[in-house]
């Protein structure tokens, strides 16, 4: 059996993994397509959706090919339906399951007891194995690259991923300040999005402002991605994963990104200083489409947060975000 690595990014959302990945992927020994999940919900009208070539995704060279390839591997694919999401199970039995990790082992033993209780997961979950393999691998063919990287992010996803005998998975647990990911949680078009205000929402444009949360559900939310991440990786052998800092890889990128080779087993210093430069086809935030490869620390939370902001996120999270070294 022919096995596939890959490098899974995780953490929270909008704490630096497009930006990482796009980094990462501009080594000659690496490829990525971004957050290999493919939701469809994430990525909505997929003929207004814009790859990071600037292309709309349907009309994107590299994203026809894809298809292809996959077929002559025996796996029929389009982006409407990829069915690399573990979450897209159709059972309504499953899908009352397959929701965020517990922190608990023994709640997360229980799931797995409930999930191979359903004919519809069981049947699912090999194939869904298959089509996040195939796909990996396809994109490291079509790239001539020896890794892949996924900045889907997501702890349950990467449970699963670490279970799948066709990919050899290494992980870069991500972490960024939880007050600055408050703020995108609050505002994701205005603090995590492209630049371009029309090219926000996936390349169509709009606010999201049905995604917005207050400052108490984004500090939840922000503590929930921590706890499960740190959850997926306990027992996890310490050579298979390694922590990178969201401002250390802005304030440093050649240092950090020289550390994270050597962790994945490339040759270090390999990327462009421009790379933006490197030819890339990813989905996912849509700094994406920005245009310039000039790394910023995005610290403007320090001037936006109020008073009131910073109580409430301290009341829901900040114990733990001191923890990481954020005082």
Same mark, same amino acid.
């Given at each position: ?10 953490a929270? &959302? ?6 990482? &990945? ?7 020994? $690496? ?26 995704? *349907? ?6 090919? !894809? ?18 999401? =573990?979450?897209? !199970?159709?059972?309504? =039995? ?14 997360? *033993?229980?799931?797995?007891v ?5 004919p ?35 702890g ?15 992980? $870069? ?5 939880g *007050?600055? !990911?408050? @703020? ?5 078009? %205005? ?17 999201? %402002? ?33 922590? !990178? ?13 020289d550390? @994270?080779?050597?962790?994945l ?22 700094? *994406? ?14 001037? $936006? ?18 923890? =990481?070294? =954020?005082?």
């Amino acid at each position: 059996m022919a096995v596939t690595r890959l490098a899974y990014i995780l953490a929270a &959302s909008h704490s630096g993994s497009t930006l990482l &990945s796009m980094l990462l992927g501009s080594h000659p020994q $690496i490829a990525t397509i971004g957050e290999m999940n493919l939701s469809p919900q994430a990525m909505g009208d997929l003929d207004r959706y814009r790859c990071s070539c600037g292309q709309f995704i *349907r009309r994107c060279a590299f994203w026809q090919k !894809v298809p292809e390839a996959m077929h002559r591997r025996g796996v029929a694919f389009d982006l409407a339906c990829a069915g690399t999401d =573990y979450r897209s !199970v159709r059972s309504r =039995y499953a899908q009352r399951l397959i929701k965020p990790m517990h922190r608990s082992t023994a709640l997360e *033993r229980i799931r797995d007891v409930g999930l191979s209780l359903s004919p519809a997961w069981r049947a699912a979950l090999p194939e869904v194995h298959r089509r996040n393999a195939t796909l990996a691998s396809t994109v490291a063919e079509l790239a001539g690259a020896q890794l892949v990287v996924d900045s889907s992010k997501v702890g349950l996803r990467l449970k699963y991923l670490l279970r799948n005998p066709e990919l050899d998975v290494k992980v $870069i647990r991500l972490v960024r300040d939880g *007050r600055a !990911v408050a @703020l995108t949680y609050m505002d994701p078009a %205005g603090f995590a999005d492209a630049s371009d205000p029309s090219k926000r929402a996936g390349g169509t444009g709009g606010d999201r %402002g049905d995604e917005r949360l207050s400052m108490r559900q984004a500090a939840y939310e922000w503590r929930r991605c921590m706890e499960e991440a740190e959850h997926v990786l306990q027992g996890l052998d310490r050579s298979r994963w390694i922590e !990178v800092r969201y401002e250390d890889y802005c304030s440093d990128p050649d240092a950090t990104l020289d550390r @994270l080779h050597r962790f994945l087993d490339v040759e270090p210093g390999g990327q462009p200083r421009e790379f933006r430069s490197v030819e890339q086809h990813i989905v996912g935030n849509g700094m *994406r489409l920005d245009t310039t490869s000039e790394i910023r620390l995005d610290e403007r939370w320090r001037e $936006i947060l109020t008073e009131p902001d910073l109580q409430a996120f301290d009341a829901g999270a900040g114990r733990l975000n001191r923890r =990481y070294g =954020y005082e």
